[in-house]
């Protein structure tokens, strides 16, 4: 029996998978969850116990979350990264990690496929593929649901068939949950016009009374939250979603276009990714010159959106991690943030790396490192050839 390596989650569509590449194809199937933040320790128990259920040959789970850190999120913060100025890429960013995971996997067993339960309408589908044609451009890619067709309903009566037990009912609302946000889809997602009603989104509010959060920045990375420090940025990233998240902050629709060429709309929350980038945003414009700032909106923005259509292992990344890890050596200090019911404040920022210092001036009331005669002498060359323009195409207008 040949070895494919399934991405496993435990719901319908893998399921499926599990069974029918076992019994159908008769592949010896190794189920893998890479975790990147988003399941209990009892959900994963139980979705292992699932899985081994099925009949196959193993079940494994990947902890990848501090990688996911270090390789991913670090550089989503480093770039104030926010797709179409809204959406953090809560999916797509762990979606590249779990297929890059996955792929290393089924090199280190030697498996001959890899399978996943993506469908032919959706952007995993090419993020997955992606990953796996450059890793492991020898081994199969094996997708059931997105070759066979399959309705909901078809994989729900072969699973029954074949005497599978477990919740069949599809939930009003699909909820994608990871260390950087929840994605929510559901019926109103797949309008131009409806919102999400309160009941679809995964945190309810329960926090009223507005307080004040202190973040910690060091070389541009979340080191301390309030009185605490953290060694492990991921663990003040949690501490950040346990105490925003109650105030229902972080809420939104994104629409964008997918990599497929239609336009997509999901809900997600993002309490602390929210809060984080826009923080660090707002340290970056104290301690980097407006070069820096303008060259890393340019690029960092790109960046986003190339890992969001599955190119995370286009080399060009790598090289705009460099440059976006570069510009932080001196993004480091503390930025103060109010946080409401349904929306945050940025109240200000500490730094010993701050441009802003008075000793050199204060905007629009005093300067101390130039005369009135320098800004003359400068104003006049600045528009020298703006000036020279106009005499030489407008000499004869009144």
């Known amino acids: 029996m040949k070895k494919v390596v399934l991405a496993y989650s435990g719901g319908l569509d893998t399921t499926f998978c599990a069974l029918h590449l076992s019994k ?120 059931p649901i997105r070759d066979l067709k399959l309705s909901r309903q078809e994989e729900i009566d072969y699973l029954k068939k074949h005497g599978v037990s477990m919740n069949f009912e599809k939930a009003a609302y699909s909820i994608n949950k990871g260390i950087w946000g929840t994605s ?25 009374q507005p307080t004040e959060l202190q973040l910690t920045f ?39 276009d997918t990599i497929i060429g239609i336009k997509g709309r999901v809900g997600f929350e993002a309490a602390a990714p929210l809060i984080i980038i826009k923080a660090h945003q707002l340290l970056e414009k104290h301690t980097l010159t407006k070069w820096q700032l303008f060259w890393k909106n340019q690029l960092a923005e790109f960046y986003g959106n190339h890992l969001h259509e599955g190119h995370y292992l286009d080399p060009v990344m790598r090289n705009l991690e460099s440059f ?17 019911p349904y929306r945050f404040s940025l109240l200000g920022i500490h730094s010993t790396h701050d441009l802003m210092s008075n000793k050199f001036g204060s905007y629009g009331e005093m300067n101390k490192g130039y005369t009135g005669e320098d800004v003359k002498g400068f104003t006049r060359i600045l528009g020298n050839q703006t000036a020279i323009f106009h005499q030489v195409n407008h000499s004869d207008d009144a």
Do not use: C
């Open 24 to 143: 159908d194809l008769n592949y010896e199937v190794h189920a893998v969850l890479v975790n990147t933040g988003g399941f209990s320790q009892q959900e994963l128990k139980e979705v292992e116990n699932r899985a081994m259920s099925l009949g196959i040959a193993s079940f494994k789970i990947l902890q990848v979350v501090d990688t996911y850190y270090q390789e991913v999120i670090k550089f989503l913060v480093f770039g104030n990264v926010l797709k179409n100025q809204t959406y953090p890429l809560s999916v797509s960013a762990e979606r590249i990690l779990q297929a890059k995971s996955l792929a290393d996997y089924a090199k280190s067993i030697g498996a001959k496929a890899v399978a996943h339960g993506s469908t032919g309408a959706g952007n995993d589908q090419v993020r997955f593929d992606m990953i796996f044609q450059t890793i492991i451009p020898d081994i199969e890619i094996i997708t």
């Open 184 to 208: 929510v889809g559901g019926k109103e997602t797949l309008t131009s016009s409806e919102y999400l009603p309160e009941e679809a989104w995964p945190t309810q509010v329960s926090a009223s």
């Open 218 to 256: 060091v070389q541009g990375e979340l080191k301390g939250v309030n009185d605490q420090e953290f060694s492990n940025p991921v663990d003040a990233i949690l501490e950040v979603q346990k105490i925003a998240a109650p105030y229902g902050i972080g809420r939104d629709i994104h629409v964008g």
């Open 324 to 340: 976006m890890e570069s510009t932080q050596e001196f993004v480091s200090g503390q930025v103060r943030v109010m946080l409401h």
